[in-house]
């Protein structure tokens, strides 16, 4: 190999053209690593450690799951490995990118068509039809066909005849199956999911959650959720707590069948 081509593949985790340049599926062996994170907030003249010293390494295709009280950071701590927020120390990598090298556009470049998102809030846009919101991350990241495309996703979630309904026409279990197939729609390789089921009657989130698994599984995706519910917890490879800014390993958590999950269990 040249010199040049040496250079141009060092070059290719320092600047957002890179981003724009890496074919999608390159890094497969580490989605995500993240080393010694912290994430400090200051209101007035006090200090806020909000995560402390985290580190966390997620393979491809493997789930998940972050548990931890309200109050606990979660929340946070996904804007930071998604590259929505910057963390205060530490370095986050993302698909072999480091993300303090690029600034807010790089990153949404490298998550354009790559990662989706499912939060407790459905996050639809008001004015936008079902067909509308799924079609949304097909314009960040074009191609093809994508009116049909969305409107296959919408189907695949039950909800191929309620394509020209607003969000406000429809019941909170259909806005978050509208959710879902936004964030699959453009067979991104990492979704991830904050509460999904925090806004939904027990019945509507267990039939939302069954359709999570059930895509993330067919398509292979790399899955991060983020909940405080520990049978929905059980359902990912691996579980991790999040306690006073650190995680670590929820030793008991095995993986069971869906239906072998008891709702009650701790």
Same mark, same amino acid.
């Given at each position: 190999?040249?010199?040049?081509?040496?250079?141009?593949?060092?070059?290719?985790?320092?600047?957002?053209?890179?981003?724009?340049?890496?074919?999608? =599926?390159?890094?497969?062996?580490?989605?995500?690593?993240?080393?010694?994170?912290?994430?400090?907030?200051?209101? &007035?003249?006090?200090?806020?450690? %909000?995560?402390?010293?985290?580190?966390?390494?997620?393979?491809?295709?493997?789930?998940?799951? %972050?548990? =931890?009280?309200?109050?606990?950071?979660?929340?946070?701590?996904?804007?930071? !490995?998604? #590259?929505?927020?910057?963390?205060?120390?530490?370095?986050?990598?993302?698909?072999?990118?480091? !993300?303090? +090298?690029?600034?807010?556009?790089?990153?949404?470049?490298?998550?354009? =068509?790559?990662? #989706?998102?499912?939060?407790?809030?459905?996050?639809? $846009?008001?004015?936008?039809?079902?067909?509308?919101?799924?079609?949304?991350?097909?314009? $960040?990241?074009?191609?093809?066909?994508?009116?049909?495309?969305?409107?296959?996703?919408?189907? +695949?979630?039950?909800?191929?005849? +309620?394509?020209?309904?607003?969000?406000?026409?429809?019941?909170?279990?259909?806005?978050?199956?509208?959710?879902?197939? +936004?964030?699959?729609?453009?067979?991104?390789?990492?979704?991830?999911?904050?509460?999904?089921?925090?806004?939904?009657?027990?019945?509507? =989130? &267990?039939?939302?959650?069954?359709? !999570?698994?059930?895509?993330?599984?067919?398509?292979?995706?790399?899955? %991060?959720?983020?909940?405080?519910?520990?049978?929905?917890?059980?359902?990912?490879?691996?579980? $991790?707590?999040?306690?006073?800014?650190?995680?670590?390993?929820?030793?008991?958590? %095995?993986?069971?069948?869906?239906?072998?999950?008891?709702?009650?269990?701790?």
């Amino acid at each position: 190999m040249s010199s040049e081509a040496s250079q141009g593949e060092r070059q290719a985790t320092t600047d957002n053209q890179a981003v724009a340049d890496v074919p999608r =599926g390159t890094v497969r062996q580490a989605v995500l690593h993240a080393d010694k994170l912290s994430k400090k907030v200051t209101s &007035g003249e006090r200090s806020l450690t %909000i995560l402390h010293d985290l580190s966390l390494s997620v393979a491809a295709g493997e789930s998940v799951a %972050i548990l =931890g009280k309200s109050g606990a950071g979660k929340s946070t701590l996904l804007g930071l !490995l998604a #590259g929505l927020d910057t963390p205060s120390d530490g370095e986050l990598t993302l698909f072999g990118h480091a !993300l303090s +090298r690029l600034d807010e556009d790089g990153r949404a470049a490298l998550r354009a =068509g790559r990662v #989706g998102f499912v939060f407790q809030n459905f996050q639809l $846009l008001p004015t936008l039809s079902a067909l509308e919101n799924v079609m949304l991350p097909l314009e $960040l990241s074009p191609r093809a066909g994508e009116t049909q495309t969305a409107a296959q996703w919408l189907e +695949r979630v039950g909800l191929g005849e +309620r394509v020209n309904h607003l969000p406000k026409q429809l019941s909170g279990g259909e806005q978050q199956r509208v959710a879902v197939a +936004r964030a699959f729609v453009t067979d991104p390789e990492l979704v991830f999911a904050d509460e999904p089921t925090g806004n939904l009657d027990p019945d509507t =989130g &267990g039939q939302v959650i069954d359709l !999570l698994f059930q895509l993330n599984h067919e398509a292979g995706t790399t899955l %991060i959720l983020v909940t405080h519910d520990h049978a929905l917890a059980r359902r990912c490879d691996r579980c $991790l707590r999040l306690d006073h800014g650190k995680l670590e390993a929820v030793l008991e958590n %095995i993986v069971p069948t869906a239906a072998s999950i008891d709702e009650g269990a701790q």
